[in-house]
């Protein structure tokens, strides 16, 4: 009995990190790039109002970002957004004989994968405006393999919502030069509640990652930056995920100030060829 119990324990040990292995990109290179972590205090180009009372230009997360130029603030006002628009958009087979999506897929079809999606613009604000970030509740129900992507979204900024139930992820950021997340709670993904992936400038902060099915936080593939950090994660809370954190090529990235409980594993950075850098 003692030699199964373990074996077992030995096994379930293993589980996390085959998880942490299972997650593939499409080729991207991820240099020092030009550019600096969004200041939340900007001045938008343009605001757009998203609400579900009937009282706003729109209903859906989706058409305000269609609509948006670049420097937008979009405001989403309480409530659940199930993106029914989105939801709706078929799937599609990837583009690339490797399995993964190409930007160009991304571009032309931004809802077969992604119930919400900012896909080349720039400067874009998503702010929740309720009191905390539970009060914008935006909800995939598993339906699409992300909830909220941005590709290729230089200067994006995510802050006072909460993201659901993701088929793959939660929020998801590729490519990108400038990205801020503040206030966001993203919860029950399959694999990660947050994924950020070859990109730099970024900054996490007061997040709440929980639920995951692989790394709650996932900082990827992230530039070399010698003498300076491309991603930093301050003041989030990540717990009952398979990993805390994980983090497969995370160079140059500060981690401090956070609380990672409860987790099968605390924390987990690895190397794979591949991965940039």
């Known amino acids: ?42 001045v938008p180009t343009q605001t757009l109002d998203v609400c579900k009372t009937g009282e706003c230009p729109y209903e859906h997360i989706q058409a305000a970002v269609n609509d948006a130029s670049d420097g937008a603030l979009i405001r989403i006002w309480p409530g659940t957004y199930h993106e029914e628009p989105s939801r709706a958009v078929q799937d599609l087979p990837p583009d690339n004989e490797d399995g993964t999506y190409s930007y160009e897929f991304q571009l032309q079809n931004p809802n077969a994968q992604n119930l919400v999606a900012i896909v080349g613009k720039k400067d874009i604000t998503l702010r929740g405006m309720g009191e ?14 992300v909830v909220i992507r941005g590709d290729r979204s230089d200067g994006i900024i995510i802050e006072n919502l909460s993201v659901w139930h993701g088929h793959e992820h939660g929020i998801y950021i590729l490519d990108t030069s400038g990205l801020l997340i503040d206030r966001v709670h993203s919860g029950y993904s399959k694999d990660y509640p947050y994924l950020t992936f070859a990109n730099d400038h970024g ?9 995951g099915g692989d790394g709650g936080i996932y900082p990827g593939g992230s530039a070399q930056t010698p003498g300076r950090f491309s991603m930093e994660i301050t003041g989030c809370r990540s717990y009952h995920n398979v990993l805390g954190y994980s983090g497969t090529q995370g160079n140059h990235v500060w981690v401090h100030d956070n609380e990672f409980f409860d987790n099968a594993v605390g924390l987990v950075s690895d190397s794979e060829t591949d991965h940039p850098n």
């Open 203 to 211: 900054l996490m902060k007061n997040c709440e990652a929980f639920g």
């Open 132 to 145: 905390t970030p539970r009060d914008v509740v935006v909800d995939g129900a598993f339906k699409k393999h």
């Open 1 to 42: 009995m003692r030699r199964a119990l373990i074996a077992l324990s030995s096994i379930l040990m293993l589980l996390p990190w085959q998880a942490a292995l299972a997650h593939k990109e499409r080729p991207t290179e991820s240099p020092p790039r030009v550019g600096a972590v969004p200041d939340q205090n900007r």
